[in-house]
């Protein structure tokens, strides 16, 4: 019986910072380009075309290369459908770690707080309307889930599971997609988020319950673009600067159960 050809971790690592590469390079390159024609495109506006035409870019690249290579698409980039309960149990999984990870990046920052710079940028980001808002939302929940966990949970992490280590796999593609990130101060909770991530592509061998999850986290981010429904959220989610001791304990017993329930689903 032939063996399914996979690329080698190094293989996929190399793929991987190349993608990074390209998206750095096609980011300056469109930059450069848009911002030369016109003085009155915001800023918004360019981080909202970059986004989601950069994210294109990088996870075409991957499949531009296995295509190439003829290596499996659909084992590697781990495309296969879920039942429904494993997705509604990924929804819940998804709500709680956007608190947790909130409450995480919170604790973080007290010790090592975010530069003013950061802060402002991300307020530049609010109240954004028209085409921004939908670029936003287009690129936040459809292009950067699919292409992140193709690419991470999916061509990186499959590539480390045929080791056949799949708690190191997990690891090791957690540790690269938060330094892809390059941010010190979204590390953690990126790492973290990561972890359950890869955790569940193993579980299910899919990358739509990850898609899901991040999914979730980019709706959530671009709703909350609107101050006023910003307001009226934190109301009952914030407990001073900090996420409700309530809304954590029942993330917590959201995460716990979901993650058993898929576990034992798995086990069927």
């Known amino acids: 019986m032939n063996k399914i050809k996979i690329p080698e971790p190094v293989e996929a690592l190399v793929v991987v910072l190349l993608s990074f590469s390209g998206l750095v390079l096609f980011s300056l390159t469109f930059l450069g380009f848009i911002s030369g024609g016109t003085e009155n495109q915001s800023?918004?506006?360019?981080?909202?075309?970059?986004?989601?035409?950069?994210?294109?870019?990088?996870?075409?690249?991957?499949?531009?290369?296995?295509?190439?290579?003829?290596?499996?698409?659909?084992?590697?980039?781990?495309?296969?459908?879920?039942?429904?309960?494993?997705?509604?149990?990924?929804i819940i999984i998804g709500l709680s770690l956007i608190a947790i990870t909130d409450e995480i990046q919170?604790?973080?920052?007290?010790?090592?707080?975010?530069?003013?710079?950061?802060?402002?940028?991300?307020?530049?980001?609010?109240?954004?309307?028209?085409?921004?808002?939908?670029?936003?939302f287009i690129g936040s929940i459809f292009i950067a889930p699919l292409a992140d966990e193709g690419l991470f949970r999916g061509f990186l992490q499959v590539s480390l599971e045929e080791k056949g280590d799949p708690v190191r796999a997990v690891i090791l593609t957690s540790v690269t997609w938060a330094l892809i990130h390059i941010s010190p101060y979204l590390a953690i909770p990126i790492f973290i988020l990561g972890i359950f991530l890869g955790y569940l592509s193993w579980k299910t061998k899919s990358i739509l319950p990850s898609i899901v999850i991040q999914a979730l986290f980019g709706f959530i981010a671009v709703i909350l673009l609107d101050s006023s429904l910003e307001e009226g959220f934190n109301s009952w989610y914030l407990m001073g600067d900090h996420v409700s001791p309530f809304i954590l304990i029942l993330s917590g017993g959201g995460l716990y159960y979901s993650i058993k329930m898929i576990d034992n689903l798995g086990d069927e």
């Open 106 to 136: 919170r604790l973080v920052d007290l010790i090592v707080p975010m530069p003013d710079s950061m802060k402002e940028l991300l307020k530049s980001a609010k109240d954004v309307g028209g085409m921004e808002w939908a670029l936003l």
């Open 43 to 90: 800023d918004t506006t360019l981080f909202s075309m970059i986004f989601m035409f950069g994210k294109i870019v990088f996870f075409g690249l991957p499949v531009f290369y296995c295509y190439k290579k003829n290596y499996p698409l659909q084992k590697i980039f781990k495309i296969k459908p879920v039942s429904k309960e494993v997705i509604i149990f990924s």
